[in-house]
C-alpha cells in the first residue's frame, strides 16, 4: 500500500468515527469532546482499536482526523448555558500511544485513561483559577481562614491534645484527617492555655507541640480538608499567627511602656510569670522548639540590672539569655499574642 493510500484510510476512518459517535452524545454523562490527530506512521488498526477504546469512555463526541502542523495536545473549556464543556485535542502517535496534556496512554491503560477523563472537568477548573499559598484560590482561602478564626471557648492547659483537637473540630465544617503517627503523638498532654485565641491559631499550636502541622489541601473532586502531617520545614503548614499589618504601637501599646525593671536571682519561666499582667497579651511558648534544642525556661536563670526601659526590649535581653526570642503576632481574629522561639529553618518569622 503506498503513502498516499494510507493517507486515504485515515480519512476514511476520521469520516466514520463522527458518525459512530455522534448517536452516543445524548447517553454520555461525561461533558467531554475529543478530537485526535493521527501522526503519520501509526498502524493500521490503531485507529480502529482506538476508536473501540474511546467508545467505552462515555465521552460526548469523539472524531479522529488527521494531524496539522499547529496540533498540539490541550483543553479548553467553554460556557454552554449554565454548564461547561471541555474540548480536548490528543495526538495518536506513530508508537499507537494516545498523548494528552501531561499524560500519555497505551491501549493497556484502558483504566487510567478513564479515571483521567473523570478527572479532567475538576482538574481543569482548578487549575484554571488564580491560586495562592496552599494552593487555594482566594475563595477557597476566605472561606478557611473565616472557619479558622472562630475563638477557642474552653480551657486546654493540662488536657491530653487529642481531646483539645476533637472539642476544635466540632466547631469545623472542614474535615480533618490523621494520620496513625498524629494519632498516636497526640495523645500526650497540653502544655499552655489556647483559651481565647482563634481555632486556626490554637490547632498550629496543638500540633507543633508534637511536631506535627496543619495542611489545608484540595482533594480530587475539588473539596478542602485539613490534613494532619508531620511537621516538615519545607512543609505549606498553617501558621502559629501572622504577621500584623498595624503598627505593634497600635496593637500593643503597653509593650512601649517605660518603666523601671531589675531582675536578679529569678528564671526565665518566672520572668514571664511577673511580667504577664503588665504585657496583657497571651504568651505562647513553642515547646516543640524548646525541646529540640534542649532549652528549659525554669532551669535558665536571668538578670537585668536595675534601669529604665520599655517593656517590649527589657522582654527581648532577658529571652536572648535563655537563647530565644520573641515576636507579637496576630492570631485568625487579628489579636496579639506573644510568641517566643527560636529563630531558624524551623521556626520562621511570621508572615502576612
Known amino acids: 500500500m ?75 473549556h467553554v460556557q ?55 494552593d487555594l484560590t482566594e475563595k477557597q482561602f ?29 466547631k469545623l465544617t472542614l474535615p480533618v484527617v490523621q494520620t496513625p ?6 495523645e500526650l498532654s497540653l502544655r499552655g492555655e489556647l483559651q481565647g485565641l482563634s481555632t486556626g491559631t490554637a490547632l498550629a499550636i496543638v500540633l507543633r507541640q508534637h511536631g506535627l502541622m496543619l495542611q489545608p489541601e484540595i482533594t480530587r473532586d475539588n473539596s478542602m480538608q485539613l490534613t494532619l502531617a508531620t ?10 499567627g501572622w504577621k500584623p499589618e498595624k503598627s505593634i504601637r497600635l496593637i ?8 523601671t525593671l531589675e531582675a536578679t536571682n529569678i528564671t526565665f519561666a518566672e520572668v514571664l510569670s511577673q511580667l504577664k499582667p503588665r504585657l496583657k497579651v497571651p504568651i505562647v511558648l513553642d515547646h516543640w522548639i524548646l525541646t529540640q534544642r534542649e532549652i528549659v525556661p525554669d532551669q535558665i536563670s536571668v538578670k537585668l540590672a536595675r534601669r529604665k526601659t520599655f517593656l517590649k526590649g527589657a522582654l527581648n535581653r532577658l529571652a536572648s539569655q535563655a537563647r530565644l526570642a520573641t515576636e507579637i503576632r496576630i492570631d485568625e481574629l487579628g489579636q496579639p499574642f506573644i510568641w517566643v522561639t527560636q529563630f531558624g529553618k524551623d521556626s520562621p518569622r511570621a508572615t502576612q
Open 252 to 259: 500593643a501599646p503597653q509593650m512601649f511602656e517605660q518603666l
Open 181 to 186: 503517627r498524629s494519632s498516636v503523638l497526640l
Open 142 to 170: 476566605r472561606r478557611l481562614f473565616t472557619e479558622l478564626s472562630q475563638p477557642v471557648s474552653f480551657a486546654t492547659e493540662g488536657k491530653i491534645s487529642s481531646e483539645v483537637l476533637h472539642q476544635l473540630q466540632k
Open 2 to 76: 503506498t503513502n498516499k493510500d494510507k493517507s486515504h484510510l485515515c480519512w476514511t476512518i476520521a469520516f466514520s468515527v463522527g458518525l459512530l459517535f455522534s448517536g452516543r452524545a445524548a447517553q454520555a454523562t461525561l461533558p467531554i469532546e475529543l478530537e485526535v490527530a493521527m501522526e503519520p506512521g501509526s498502524s493500521l488498526t490503531a485507529p480502529q482499536e482506538w476508536t473501540r477504546i474511546l467508545g467505552k469512555m462515555n465521552l460526548s463526541r469523539v472524531r479522529l482526523r488527521s494531524i496539522r502542523s499547529t496540533d498540539q495536545p490541550s483543553v479548553t
Open 231 to 240: 511537621y516538615d520545614s519545607q512543609g505549606d503548614a498553617w501558621p502559629v
Open 80 to 134: 454552554v448555558g449554565k454548564s461547561t464543556r471541555y474540548r480536548v485535542l490528543a495526538i495518536l502517535s506513530h508508537r499507537d500511544e494516545l498523548i494528552l496534556p501531561k499524560k500519555h496512554f497505551r491501549m493497556q491503560d484502558r483504566r487510567k485513561l478513564q479515571t483521567y477523563f473523570e478527572q479532567l472537568p475538576n482538574e481543569t477548573q482548578r487549575n484554571a483559577s488564580p491560586r495562592g499559598r496552599f
